[in-house]
């Protein structure tokens, strides 16, 4: 398990990307609706305060990975969506992390048969 972390957190850095803002990008793209996710929900779906996901938003935007704009429907409401450049992104690094998942996946299901013990 925690070579994978390690493997995880070295491909993010590659990448320039902290292991929260990815989190950000995987969220977005699972959860997000036609119109986009909002701050909200996306906030909670993290378990961070709202204030914390904005920063980390803010950070994807002025990277052009995410792109955020005022709800029609509801003008008090932020939506937040990924752009071309984060879908890519995500879409790369996520494929990477499958394939070392596979790789590593019958030594991390020994480890963890091995806590039940």
Do not use: C, W
Not at 19 to 32: C, D, G, T
Not at 38 to 51: A, C, F, G, P
Not at 57 to 74: E, F, G, P, T, Y
Not at 82 to 101: C, F, K, P, V, Y
């Amino acid at each position: 398990m925690r070579k994978f972390s390690r493997f995880s957190k070295e491909l993010l850095a590659g990448a320039k990307l902290t292991p929260e803002q990815y989190e950000v990008l995987l969220a977005i793209k699972s959860r997000a609706r036609e119109n986009g996710l909002n701050i909200r929900d996306l906030s909670e779906h993290l378990q961070v305060r709202h204030h914390s996901a904005i920063n980390l938003i803010n950070k994807l935007v002025a990277r052009k990975m995410v792109m955020k704009r005022q709800s029609a429907r509801d003008r008090r409401e932020v939506e937040i969506k990924l752009t071309t450049l984060g879908n890519t992104t995500l879409s790369r690094l996520a494929a990477i992390h499958r394939r070392e998942m596979r790789a590593r996946s019958n030594e991390m299901i020994d480890a963890l048969q091995r806590l039940r013990k």
